[in-house]
Nanobody, 113 residues
Framework: QVQLVESGGGLVQAGGSLRLSCAVS????????MGWFRQAPGKEREFVAR???????DYAGSVKGRFIISRDNAKNTVYLQMNSLKPEDTAVYYC???????WGQGTQVTVSS
């Protein structure tokens, strides 16, 4: 079985940066499409970023130009570099593997004004 574990969340001031990590354990399939989603209090879970097996990336308009998704297959890890953070970025961030629709438990990101 495959498990996804997010880390790197925390409290940061507006304009600051954080890097989230998603470690994939168990039987892996290198090159699988991976993504990040987030859910703010009282809101629906929304798409943030995606990286495909080809390396092609996709971003939500709200984070375009500020966030960067990347992967290190040797470490079985996907990253989300978050720059110029805004209070509206506050949410629980979840990692997802497209194949099998697998989700991590999430990591809290809080951006203060």
């Amino acid at each position: 079985q495959v498990q996804l574990v997010e880390s790197g969340g925390g409290l940061v001031q507006a304009g600051g940066s954080l890097r989230l990590s998603c470690a994939v354990s168990g039987r892996t399939n290198s090159g699988a499409d991976m993504g990040w989603f987030r859910q703010a209090p009282g809101k629906e879970r929304e798409f943030v970023a995606r990286i495909r097996w080809s390396g092609m990336t996709d971003y939500a308009g709200s984070v375009k130009g500020r966030f960067i998704i990347s992967r290190d297959n040797a470490k079985n890890t996907v990253y989300l570099q978050m720059n110029s953070l805004k209070p509206e970025d506050t949410a629980v961030y979840y990692c997802r593997r497209d194949r099998g629709d697998l989700w991590g438990q999430g990591t809290q990101v809080t951006v203060s004004s």
